[in-house]
């Protein structure tokens, strides 16, 4: 079993930043892929960004390039994402995830992942 604990959610002005932890533990030996996943209220969760392991490929989805920053720490077994210049569309609660093996799609595809964090709240006021 994998446990992901997300950390550094909170209120921030629109043009604000804040930056996102997740540490991973239990049998995280495994790794295929991790990313952060955002939900709006009334909206299905999404991707925002996506690292997959054995390359170090990245992925962004659109709204967020430029402004936020996916990174890992192998020792610390931590996925962070920084994000920069947020907007009141980026409130939703953000969630960790990692996908231990391929099942389809890509890399950031939804169906990869297997084990999901708690989930943080980003509220950005205008």
């Known amino acids: 079993q994998v446990q992901l604990v997300e950390s550094g959610g909170g209120l921030v002005q629109a043009g604000g930043s804040l930056r996102l932890s997740c540490a991973a533990s239990?049998?995280?030996?495994?790794?295929?892929?991790m990313g952060w996943f955002r939900q709006a209220p009334g909206k299905e969760r999404s991707v925002v960004a996506a690292?997959?392991?054995?390359?170090?490929?990245?992925y962004y989805t659109d709204s967020v390039k430029g402004r936020f920053t996916i990174s890992r720490d192998n020792a610390k077994n931590t996925v962070d994402l920084q994000m920069s210049s947020l907007k009141p569309e980026d409130t939703a609660v953000y969630y960790c995830?990692?996908?231990?093996?391929?099942?389809?799609?890509?890399?950031?595809?939804?169906?990869?992942?297997?084990?999901w964090g708690q989930g943080t709240q980003v509220t950005v006021s205008s």
């Open positions: 239990g049998r995280t030996f495994s790794i295929y892929a």
């Open positions: 690292l997959r392991w054995s390359s170090n490929s990245i």
């Open positions: 995830a990692l996908a231990r093996s391929y099942r389809g799609g890509t890399y950031y595809s939804q169906v990869n992942y297997d084990y």
